[in-house]
């Protein structure tokens, strides 16, 4: 792994990313979503590393996709749209940026004739959970018009993998936080309502249980993937801490680590349809901890702490009106 194409770079993983891998002295050629202003997102601050170049595009654009990667030997495509409300609002968006975005990765990786690709997808493709904690054997089912363009990219890209011989490996993270996070998420969002002037905290379902990773452990987790190199190409990785909070818990564990007192109060526009939420998403990490040597260094509340600290340090970074998560 000489010299990494990724995708999706400037956004919260994918500058966390970038930057983990610069420190091991990997070159990284960063790929975002093209703007007039020349903005690197959350990369702006490593302007003058020699070993980082960022070009701006469209992964909907297979030539702007397949000349950026050129001379890269890898390539890890994080790019997409992520929010499960807003692809209630904009399914045909998530159609193009998820699936022929993904599609427009995996026929340049093969033009490029390139030695690895690894492909995000999430643990939203689990659905609702026909056992507990999930494996990598779980069935797909989609829950949103977000899980369902990301099963059809995974399912693209291990055709690909059938079809082509691409040396191509899914990720499927479970729940990911930390700094840079975008306010949309729920820690990042209950964080800034605290630190904000609201009265209450406004969230959405109470009970549905997430399985929460740190994002420099992701990082680390996505490294080590990419490092066995054709060992496992064709497979999928669930990337995930084995241990779950409800949302109940995580606000009653932020309250307490912020000394807040604020009311949690229900907001209709922020619940889920019934039959669109998923309960529980527990990951069974076995597989990436058996044949990667991986494993979670950060405790779930050190990570919080960690990601408090930053937000009271940054909160002027993201708009007071907190979007609807
Ligand atoms: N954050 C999580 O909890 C989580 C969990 C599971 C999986 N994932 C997956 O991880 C990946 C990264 O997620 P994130 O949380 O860093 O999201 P993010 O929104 O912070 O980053 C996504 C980046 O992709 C870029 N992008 C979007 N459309 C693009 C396009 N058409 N062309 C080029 N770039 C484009 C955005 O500008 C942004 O910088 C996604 O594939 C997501 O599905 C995230």
């Given at each position: 792994m000489k010299k990494v194409f990724i995708t999706g770079a400037c956004g919260f993983i994918g500058s966390h990313l970038v930057e983990y891998l610069l420190k091991k002295r990997i070159k990284v050629?960063?790929?975002?979503?093209?703007?007039?202003?020349?903005?690197?997102?959350?990369?702006?601050?490593?302007?003058?590393?020699?070993?980082?170049?960022?070009l701006l595009g469209n992964i909907s654009d297979l030539k702007s996709v397949e000349s950026s990667a050129k001379n890269c030997d890898t390539i890890i495509h994080l790019a997409s749209l992520i929010?499960?409300?807003?692809?209630?609002?904009?399914?045909?968006?998530?159609?193009?940026?998820?699936?022929?975005?993904?599609?427009?990765?995996?026929?340049?990786?093969?033009?490029?004739?390139?030695?690895?690709?690894?492909?995000?997808?999430?643990?939203?493709?689990?659905?609702?959970?026909?056992?507990?904690?999930?494996?990598?054997?779980?069935?797909?089912?989609?829950?949103?018009?977000?899980a369902s363009t990301k099963i059809a990219a995974d399912n693209l890209a291990l055709s690909y993998f059938k079809s082509f011989n691409l040396p191509v490996k899914i990720i499927r993270p479970f729940n990911v936080f930390g700094p840079r996070q975008s306010s949309r998420g729920l820690i990042p969002n209950v964080i800034l309502q605290i630190l904000n002037k609201n009265k209450e905290i406004k969230v959405g379902n109470l009970y549905p249980k997430r399985d929460y990773t740190y994002v420099e452990d992701t990082c680390e987790a996505i490294y080590k993937i990419a490092k066995l190199s054709d060992k496992f190409n064709g497979e999928v990785f669930n990337i995930g801490s084995n241990k779950?909070?409800?949302?109940?818990?995580?606000?009653?564990?932020?309250?307490?680590?912020?000394?807040?007192?604020?009311?949690?109060?229900?907001?209709?526009?922020?619940?889920?349809?019934?039959?669109?939420?998923?309960?529980?998403?527990?990951?069974?990490?076995?597989?990436?901890?058996?044949?990667?040597?991986?494993?979670?260094?950060?405790?779930?509340?050190?990570?919080?702490?960690?990601?408090?600290?930053?937000?009271?340090?940054?909160?002027?970074?993201?708009?007071?009106k907190i979007y609807n998560i």
């Open positions: 050629v960063a790929y975002d979503l093209y703007n007039s202003n020349n903005n690197w997102g959350w990369l702006e601050n490593n302007k003058n590393d020699k070993n980082l170049s960022v929010g499960i409300p807003y692809s209630y609002n904009a399914p045909s968006s998530y159609i193009n940026t998820n699936i022929i975005g993904t599609y427009n990765i995996l026929e340049a990786a093969l033009r490029l004739k390139m030695k690895n690709v690894l492909v995000t997808s999430t643990s939203e493709v689990y659905g609702e959970q026909k056992y507990i904690p999930i494996d990598e054997k779980h069935p797909v089912e989609a829950s949103s018009p977000y779950t909070y409800s949302v109940r818990e995580i606000i009653n564990l932020i309250k307490k680590l912020t000394k807040s007192n604020k009311k949690i109060k229900i907001n209709s526009i922020r619940v889920r349809p019934k039959k669109s939420e998923v309960d529980i998403l527990k990951c069974n990490n076995l597989k990436i901890r058996r044949s990667c040597n991986w494993k979670n260094k950060h405790s779930f509340k050190k990570g919080l702490i960690k990601t408090i600290i930053w937000l009271q340090e940054n909160k002027d970074k993201f708009k007071s």
